[in-house]
């Protein structure tokens, strides 16, 4: 069984950053895939990045538009989303995934592990 803890998300200025951060513990870590979803207001959960097992491999959704990276330790069992130049829309609360296979595909419910969520607020 592996838990996923989510930090670092908070009130930031549009076009500000944000870092958040996500530790695993249980489990064996670099077999995993690992992403990043977000649900906005109203919305369902869509997907945000991910990153193959190795971290060799990585995949954004259309709206990141290469303001956001993704990448991961498997040393010390985190992954990490770097995001810049933030949007009001951008606005959600962000999960980190895990999934088995260590393809980090793109599809919820392919996930096998959840945190809890971390509140990212962009104020215009």
């Known amino acids: 069984q592996v838990q996923l803890v989510e930090s670092g998300g908070g009130l930031v200025q549009a076009g500000g950053s944000l870092r958040l951060s996500c530790t695993a513990s249980?489990?064996?870590?670099?077999?995993?895939?690992l992403a990043w979803f977000r649900r906005t207001p109203g919305n369902e959960r869509e997907f945000v990045a991910s990153?193959?097992?190795?971290?060799?491999?990585?995949f954004y959704a259309d709206f990141v538009q290469g303001r956001f990276t993704i990448s991961r330790n498997n040393t010390k069992k985190t992954v990490d989303l770097q995001m810049n130049n933030l949007k009001v829309e951008d606005t959600a609360v962000y999960f980190c995934?895990?999934?088995?296979?260590?393809?980090?595909?793109?599809?919820?419910?392919?996930?096998?592990?959840w945190g809890q969520g971390t509140q990212v607020t962009v104020s215009s």
């Open positions: 995934a895990a999934e088995r296979s260590g393809l980090a595909r793109q599809r919820k419910a392919q996930y096998d592990y």
């Open positions: 249980g489990g064996t870590f670099s077999n995993l895939g």
């Open positions: 990153i193959m097992w190795a971290g060799d491999m990585t």
